[in-house]
């Protein structure tokens, strides 16, 4: 074995050994600079418990702080995206999509599916940022219609949780039509009366925000997300002047009417719940039914 060999495997037990004992390492917070085990902070559901700072958390980690425990059932995760442009640039499309399947275990950056929060039913979908930075293509745009038309056809709340990059540039006007097909469906949701939530998480932007992000009945956001649609250097260099401190973060959102509610993590579930409850009042248990 050469000396780069066993670096390499060196670097491997490191990774390893890193992954195996992770609820041990400390942590820095971003916001107040306090170092704490990980553990400490993944007990508080990810929330600095000295300056409240949210921290990024999985897909899968969302699901289960928001939904009943055991509720959730997932639709349509067998979908994946194609590659009709056969877009290459470092790597091939077909490479990326294999890679982040195999980083993430499933095809695309969206989970969907129906769960129960607080024993009401509802219709959710959950971007993950780890899947291509949740970039918006034609698979996540179809799962977010067909969650569309089982909460119409089951007169439930739709609840989309948005954490994406944009766009997928891969799949072009593929990936754009998506803001027009998805918000064409939730006109259909609008007209049949029934509620969708929009929960804007960090980051969210691009063709996300400038589509069914912001067209919810209610949009609600975590503390300190950052949110917009370009970048805030973009915006300096396109208007050629200085921008506030906390610019498309959450808060300055909420400032200026962009948003409806700033909720912290651990009261997402209750605030949730009640709305759905107030904003579908004909609302009905149904039974979750594998799909």
């Known amino acids: 074995m ?18 195996k004992d992770a609820s041990n390492h400390w942590i820095k917070c ?3 600079a306090a170092l704490m085990y990980h553990k400490e902070v993944f007990s508080q559901s990810q929330v600095c418990p000295k300056c409240n700072y949210h921290f990024r958390i999985s897909a899968t980690h969302r699901i289960e702080l928001l939904c009943d425990e055991g509720s959730f059932v997932e639709y349509d995760k067998t979908l994946k995206p194609i590659d009709p442009l056969k877009f290459v640039d470092k790597e091939s499309y077909q490479q990326r999509i ?13 989970i969907s ?8 039913t509802l219709q959710i979908v959950v971007f ?50 998506q803001m027009a097909k998805t918000s064409a469906a939730l006109n259909r949701l609008s007209k049949a009366r029934l ?19 912001f067209l919810g009945d209610i ?19 396109t208007i050629g002047a200085d921008l506030p401190s906390n610019f498309q973060t959450a808060e300055f959102l909420l400032e200026h009417g962009l948003i409806d509610m700033v909720v912290p993590r651990k009261e997402l579930k209750k605030t949730l719940s009640d709305i759905i409850g107030m904003l579908n009042p004909n609302y009905e248990m149904q039974p979750i039914l594998d799909h």
């Open 2 to 19: 050469g000396f780069a060999d066993f670096l390499k495997n060196l670097k491997k037990d490191e990774k390893k050994s890193s992954q």
């Open 128 to 177: 993950d940022f780890e899947f291509m930075g949740g970039s918006l293509g034609s698979v996540e745009g179809e799962k977010i219609v067909r969650s569309i038309d089982r909460a119409i056809a089951k007169k439930q709340a739709l609840l989309i949780v948005s954490t994406s990059g944009g766009a997928r540039m891969q799949e072009s006007t593929y990936s754009l039509m």
């Open 113 to 120: 599916g129906e769960a129960s929060i607080n024993n009401k």
């Open 219 to 237: 949009i609600i956001a975590e503390p300190g997300a950052m949110i917009g649609f370009a970048g805030a250097r973009v915006i300096k260099q």
């Open 30 to 32: 971003p916001g107040c």
């Open 195 to 213: 509620p969708f939530i929009s929960l804007l998480t960090d980051p969210t932007f691009g063709g996300v925000s400038a589509s069914f992000a």
């Open 98 to 110: 294999k890679k982040y399947e195999s980083k993430t275990g499933r095809p695309s950056s969206v």
